[in-house]
């Protein structure tokens, strides 16, 4: 790998496989959302407009689930948060998680390309609101009063993913790119790897549970949970470059 300095630009995409070990379900594994419901009746416009009271029920549940005291931010977290607080340069992490598990951490530099649950927005006004409770069709906008126009602040399929021009030209000038519990099948973010490494050059590595779709196209990987893997890569990486310690990068 190309030696790191300090001051380089860090990006670190996440995925539904760091909030597992905090109890909220990924989508595409045997127990995961998708072995329950079908992203057409649930998570598109199409399905909004067809049966909305389904998609808000589906959401509700979502809502309330990570509403759940016992869901808190892991180890894997708290590194992420911990590496924007200690390493010297730009680090941006980008989540296709609609949680607030990051925030929680501790994470600042943040940016939901799925958009957040705990908003909703308005599609008449569209306003922006904190959420926590179950949306409905005859729920009326805190701002412009209508009903019938609130719905969850996430991106469904079909929709452009969120922050898109920043988070093209922050893989543009990345130095390492850090892919962590997603299985890499939905896309723009399934091809961050190929933006980072073919635009700027960047080492990348992924941390998940199992090699995901895309794991030819990364230069280094460690597989395993979470928790285990991202403390100790944040460890090695901020001992490696920042006290000198050998470095991180050996392939595998
Ligand atoms: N630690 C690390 N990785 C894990 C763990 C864990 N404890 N548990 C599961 N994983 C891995 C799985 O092996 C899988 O590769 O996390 C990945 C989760 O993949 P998906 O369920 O497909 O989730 P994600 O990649 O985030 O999905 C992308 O798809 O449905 C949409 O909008 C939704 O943002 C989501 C997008």
Redesign the pocket.
Request: glycine letters at 16%; aromatic letters at 6%.
């Given at each position: 790998m190309k030696t790191l300095k300090p001051t380089d630009a860090i990006v670190i995409l996440t995925?539904?496989?760091?909030s597992?070990?905090s109890g909220l379900e990924?989508?595409?594994?045997a127990d995961?959302?998708?072995a329950r419901h079908r992203?057409e009746d649930v998570?598109t416009p199409e399905a909004f407009a067809r049966d909305p009271a389904l998609v808000h029920d589906f959401y509700n549940a979502r809502r309330q689930s990570m509403l759940n005291p016992n869901v808190q931010p892991n180890a894997a977290h708290t590194a992420l948060a911990r590496l924007e607080r200690e390493w010297p340069g730009p680090v941006l992490l980008v989540t296709?998680?609609?949680d607030d598990l990051h925030e929680r951490a501790g994470s600042t530099a943040l940016i939901h390309m799925?958009g957040e649950m705990l908003k909703a927005r308005c599609e008449d006004c569209t306003v922006i609101e904190p959420w926590q409770s179950d949306l409905a069709l005859d729920t009326a906008c805190p701002s412009c009063r209508r009903a019938g126009g609130m719905r969850p602040h996430v991106?469904w399929f079909g929709e452009i993913p969120l922050e898109m021009d920043r988070i093209v030209a922050a893989l543009a000038e990345c130095a390492l790119f850090i892919s962590?519990?997603?299985?890499?099948?939905?896309y723009p973010?399934a091809n961050f790897v190929r933006e980072a490494r073919w635009a700027a050059g960047a080492h990348t590595v992924e941390?998940?549970?199992?090699p995901?779709m895309g794991a030819t196209d990364f230069d280094e990987a460690r597989h395993?949970?979470?928790?285990v893997?991202v403390p100790a890569f944040v460890e090695e990486l901020l001992t490696s470059v920042l006290r000198g310690q050998p470095k991180v990068g050996s392939s595998g």
């Open positions: 995925g539904a496989g760091i597992k070990e990924t989508f595409r594994d995961g959302t998708w992203i998570a296709q998680n609609i799925h991106v962590i519990g997603t299985s890499g099948n939905v973010a941390l998940n549970l199992e995901s395993g949970p979470a928790t893997v």
